[in-house]
């Protein structure tokens, strides 16, 4: 039987860093969420946390960031109602 997986949750300023590292902890954020897929962590958050952040990138940087957002990184969530 496989060892549960850590849960790790992540908010809307880390989910956003991960898509823009213009910003100097943005990289740094990057780098924690490469290590956290790596060590299979399980990264938890919440819909509206997903809803707020899909917003926040439509405003700053158009919806090509929104479809990058829900391709390469909402597949990576386990997103929970709240």
Known sequence: MAAPS???FVDAGALVAVLDRT????????ELWRLEIDSRSTLVTTDSTV???ALELQAEHGLAAVERFF???VPALRIERC
Not at 23 to 30: E, I, S
């Open 71 to 73: 391709s390469d990184v």
């Open 51 to 53: 809803l707020k952040v």
């Open 6 to 8: 850590q849960l790790t």
């Open 23 to 30: 910003a100097p902890g943005h990289f740094y954020m990057g």
